[in-house]
């Protein structure tokens, strides 16, 4: 039995090397990660928004800018002063409103003028659907001006679409 025991190697522990360090791996990962982020911001999302400022600005020449200014001061107007109608509901509730239409149609004067009934009658359609809680909610303007914009050109055809805009100058509810 003596010589079984002098046989058998006995269990001793693995050494340790470099390899087996769990200290490396997350030192690694620690100095790595903020390195890397920093590379990743400064050459792909930093370089994505120069990208696009330096094509926002080349986009913007100043004869861009004289013809945006050209087209503003191209636009024909049309007002509408105070339209009075009752709001839907059972609350007995009345909604004001002046706007101007504008559009750039060449002959957006004659056709807005000769067709006013069809454009109070499609602006009063459209302030007639709402209901009060409606017309209480914060942008309910913008809400309204889309839909005034559709109806008025509807009622317009077989004209081509020549309202592109409304400018409220007073919108009252009471």
């Known amino acids: 039995m003596a010589d079984d025991k002098e046989e058998m190697p006995l269990a001793t522990a693995p050494e340790k090397s470099a390899k087996q360090n769990p200290i490396i ?7 790595g990660a903020p390195i890397m982020a920093v590379l990743v911001f400064k050459f792909v999302i930093a370089g994505q928004m120069k990208t ?6 080349i986009g913007h020449s100043a004869e861009d800018e004289k013809a945006a200014i050209e087209h503003v001061k191209s636009a024909q107007k049309f007002p509408v002063e105070n339209l009075t109608t ?17 559009g750039h149609n060449p002959a957006f004067k004659e ?8 454009i109070l ?7 007639q659907t709402l209901s009060v809680q409606q017309a209480l909610q914060g942008g309910i ?16 055809q ?10 409220f100058t007073e919108f009252v509810i009471q």
């Open 141 to 156: 303007k913008n809400l309204v001006a889309t839909e005034m914009v559709s109806a008025i050109n509807t009622a317009l």
């Open 158 to 167: 077989p004209a081509p679409a020549i309202v592109e805009k409304i400018y």
């Open 52 to 57: 696009t400022v330096k094509d926002a600005v």
């Open 121 to 127: 009658n499609a602006a009063l359609s459209v302030l």
């Open 86 to 102: 009752n709001l839907g509901g059972v609350e007995p509730r009345y909604i004001r409103v002046s706007f101007t239409l504008e």
């Open 111 to 118: 056709i807005t003028e000769s067709a006013k009934p069809c």
């Open 25 to 31: 791996p997350l030192v690694i990962a620690l100095v």
